[in-house]
Structures are given as structure tokens and as C-alpha cells.
């Protein structure tokens, strides 16, 4: 057993959350210069820079590089010979949300309840989701996650005759349907097959993976990039200006399902991918 | 006449707006915007609305105005403002054609408007424009000064005005019918997609 005090879990998210606003991730600054090499459309262009000088800015100044500092959405894989001592988990990653949304200066944006719609007024709660896995070890995984793009976020439970081609379908629908709403260009997380609650998990989970980086499963991996290359022929370009960078990245998650079941879940992500992690 | 081409091909816009400032404003038009702006979103509509309605007068005067939808993050001691870039204007779209009809000139976001709301631009001369979805940073400072004017409790969400020089944005749908995400779609859309 190792004992790890929430002191140091309450520090660690604190931490991650006002880096995650205020620092891109490098994967995210090269996907911008990447693409402006590729694209066609000046308007696009001359976003895609902005949005570069924007994540400089945000870095020098130490403020955030999107207003909408997003909903702390929190994956912890807790080592199960992990002790955590001194209080509860849950609240140890909620008191590091509170400090690091009001000493970093980022914006309060949950209301305590979808029917009265007031504020919180320091972020919190968090989306907690936890996996026990083997090992002493705690890791912890932020996205700052903007409700922008997560409103158009969609679930369709599709028939196994419906079948991949249904499932590619699906997929290019949500990016034309999220279009300029969602703050192009987009990351989509997709979870496919489980359950309909596994298949939105897995879908939030997609986005941790490096962007650019390929899938460990060669047939998925070649579906990535097929429709990747068909989100960016839609036209739509950077801020749906139009151009040639619609999309960063298509990230899947499969998991097994059920003979009767064919769930697909899109998260729809912005360019403000705002993720971090770190390991105690 | 508060429209004026730059040398640079973009249009200089100073607040208030007439009508004819509006037709000069065409769809994919880059502008900056000078003067006095507001900002409101989901929350300060909501409670617009019930006066619009009744006919009582609003906290802030919207006859030719700009209404910026933002919620800007808290200011860094010493600053005007955090980071402050354009939410999804949709949301907005069941207030929209009313305070058009009451004078509004302008309205700043990111994303679609739907039909109503296009036809209310063409009905009442106003114009939608674009910001930069996410780029808050580099928004902030184009923002001189900023006061909340109503709603505080609303937090993020309370009615700002604000002072702003020479703020980008792009014109989206004028009030002529243009739509710049339909052109933009359109030439750069390959077939096979």
C-alpha cells in the first residue's frame, strides 16, 4: 500500500486546470502549424494564425486562451494498492477545481442546478469519472472542456446492418451539423459499441490521445484518417469561414457490444483542447 | 456616416449605427468596431425579454447599438478584462428579431442564426458579425474599458459595457440575404466529401 495524501491530489489538480488554460498543449500548436502549410482559404489562414498568437498570448499574459474555461472533466486511474488518506478523493479534486478557477483568474461557468441556473461561482463540481487499475501509482487527466462545442455533442444507437458505413455517416453528419457553432477546427472523440453510457465515456477519453498520433489498431487507425480527410473537404475551414482545415483530429474508442447494439458517441472538441495530466 | 474603408480594404465602424451605416455591410466584410458596445448572453436575455415584452424600458439604450454575446474571464488585477471571445449566437436567436425591431443595429458571436433571425436583419436593417471563436486572449486587448451596467448578480453573465477600439470581426449575414458560412462552404467544398 502507498498512501497519498489528498493535499497532494487537491495541488496536482489545481495545477492542471490553470496550466490547461493558459498553456496549449504542444500537440495542439503544431496541429495549427500543420495546417497552415495545407490550407487554401486566406480567411482560414489568417485564423489559424490568430488562434497561434492567441495560444502565445494566453501563455505570456497567464490568462486563459478561450473565455469559456470550460467544465473540468476529471479521468483518475487509481492505482488499487493506492491509500488515499487525509479526506476524500472526490472533494480533494474539487477543492484543487476551486483553487485553481479562482486563483487563475479563470471563469466561473456551472450552475448548481440545469432548473435555477445559479452560478456556482468557483467551477466546481467536476465530471469525476475513476478506473481502479494495477499498480501504486494515481494518475490524473483534466480537459477543460467548452460547452460550445459540447452542445453539439451526439449519441446515436445505430443497427449492426447499419453497420460501419452508418457509423461513417454518422460521424461526418456531427461535424457538418456542429459546423462554425462548435469553433472550428474541431476534434471529434467517438466512442464506439458498450453500452450507451461506455460509448459517451469512451468518446470524452478519445481526446486524451495525442493528436496526430496514430491509433494502435491499424483498421481504425485507417478509418481515422478516411474520414478525417472528409471532415476537411466539407468546406466548412477554420471558424466555418471556409477552407480546408475543418478538422485536427478524429480519435476512436471501440469497446465490445451487444448483438442488438451498435452505439456511436461524438464529442464534439474545439481548437481550445484544453488537456493536461500528471502522475503521483 | 460611421463606416469607413481603411487603406488596408477593412472596414472602420464607430457606434451608433444607422440604417445606412447596416447596407454598407456586406457579408465577408472584415471590420473593426470602435465606440461603445454591450455585452449580454443566455442569462441577461432571459431577463430582457419579459420587458421587451411589456414595453418597460431596458437598463441599457440598444437604438443602433452592438450586443457582443460573451461572458468574459475575471481580470488580472491591473487589466480591463480577461479573456473575452464570442459565444454561440443560436442560443440567442428567440430574442434576437425583437430587439431588432426595437433599434438594435448589431450583434457580435460565433456560429449560425437561423432564419428568423436572417430575416429580421433584412426586415430591420441589422447586421451579424463574426469574432473569433476562441481567440479571447488576443480579443482582450482591443477592450479599453469595461463597466457592468446591469444584472450583476449574473456574474460572467451580467450586462457589460464596454469601450473597444478597433475590435476585428467579419460580417457573417448583412441585411441583404448574404450569408458568409453558406460562401465559404461553397468555395471550398470538394465534391467528394
Not at chain 1, 460547452?147 to 447499419?162: D, I, Q, V
Not at chain 2, 472602420?12 to 449580454?40: C, F, M, N, Q
Not at chain 2, 428579431?97 to 460565433?110: A, E, H, Q, V, Y
Amino acid at each position: 500500500m502507498r498512501d497519498i495524501h489528498v493535499s497532494s491530489i487537491t495541488d496536482a489538480v489545481k495545477k492542471l486546470c490553470m496550466e490547461a488554460n493558459w498553456n496549449l498543449e504542444p500537440d495542439m500548436l503544431r496541429a495549427f502549424d500543420r495546417a497552415l502549410t495545407t490550407e487554401r482559404s486566406p480567411a482560414g489562414k489568417q485564423v489559424l494564425q490568430i488562434l497561434k498568437d492567441n495560444a502565445e498570448k494566453a501563455r505570456t499574459r497567464r490568462i486563459p486562451y478561450c473565455q469559456d474555461t470550460g467544465f473540468v472533466v476529471c479521468f483518475v486511474e487509481l492505482g488499487q494498492d493506492v491509500h488515499v488518506t487525509g479526506g476524500a478523493l472526490y472533494d480533494a479534486i474539487n477543492e484543487g477545481v476551486r483553487q485553481g478557477y479562482t486563483e487563475g483568474y479563470l471563469r466561473a461557468s456551472i450552475v448548481k442546478s440545469p432548473f435555477d441556473r445559479v452560478n456556482t461561482g468557483d467551477n466546481t463540481p467536476a465530471v469525476i469519472h475513476v478506473d481502479v487499475v494495477e499498480g501504486a501509482a494515481l494518475k490524473i487527466m483534466i480537459i477543460a472542456k467548452g460547452g460550445g462545442c459540447e452542445n453539439r455533442s451526439k449519441y446515436t444507437m445505430l443497427t449492426p446492418a447499419e453497420g460501419l458505413p452508418g457509423v461513417k455517416e454518422f460521424i461526418i453528419e456531427c461535424v457538418k451539423t456542429a459546423g462554425p457553432d462548435a469553433c472550428p477546427p474541431l476534434i471529434l472523440g467517438v466512442g464506439i459499441g458498450g453500452t450507451f453510457e461506455k460509448a459517451a465515456v469512451n468518446s470524452k477519453k478519445a481526446l486524451f490521445r495525442e493528436l496526430g498520433s496514430p491509433h494502435a489498431d491499424p483498421t481504425v487507425d485507417a478509418l481515422e484518417k478516411e474520414l478525417l480527410d472528409r471532415a476537411n473537404r466539407l468546406g466548412i475551414g477554420p471558424q466555418g469561414y471556409g477552407g480546408d482545415t475543418t478538422s485536427f483530429g478524429i480519435h476512436i474508442v471501440t469497446f465490445p457490444c451487444h448483438i442488438t447494439s451498435l452505439p456511436v458517441a461524438v464529442t464534439i472538441e474545439c481548437h481550445a483542447h484544453r488537456h493536461k495530466e500528471a502522475t503521483l | 456616416m460611421s463606416v469607413t474603408t481603411g487603406s488596408d480594404g477593412i472596414k472602420d465602424i464607430r457606434t451608433p449605427l444607422t440604417d445606412t451605416d447596416v447596407e454598407s455591410l456586406k457579408s465577408g466584410d472584415r471590420v473593426r468596431i470602435t465606440g461603445v458596445i454591450y455585452t449580454a448572453r443566455d442569462a441577461a436575455h432571459g431577463r430582457l425579454m419579459p420587458l421587451m415584452e411589456k414595453g418597460e424600458r431596458l437598463p441599457i439604450d440598444i437604438t443602433g447599438s452592438i450586443i457582443y454575446y460573451t461572458g468574459p474571464s475575471p481580470a488580472r488585477p491591473g487589466d480591463v478584462v480577461g479573456s473575452i471571445g464570442p459565444t454561440t449566437a443560436s442560443r440567442m436567436d428567440t430574442f434576437t428579431p425583437l430587439l431588432l425591431k426595437l433599434g438594435l443595429k448589431g450583434t457580435i458571436g460565433k456560429g449560425y442564426r437561423g432564419q428568423a433571425v436572417k430575416d429580421a436583419l433584412k426586415q430591420y436593417k441589422g447586421v451579424y458579425f463574426g469574432a473569433i471563436g476562441g481567440a479571447g486572449a488576443v480579443l482582450s486587448a482591443f477592450v479599453k474599458k469595461l463597466d457592468v451596467v446591469a444584472y450583476e448578480d449574473l456574474g460572467t453573465e451580467a450586462i457589460r459595457r464596454l469601450e473597444v477600439e478597433g475590435f476585428p470581426a467579419i460580417v457573417v449575414n448583412d441585411c441583404h440575404g448574404g450569408d458568409l458560412y453558406q460562401d465559404g462552404v461553397k468555395a471550398y467544398a470538394r465534391e467528394d466529401a
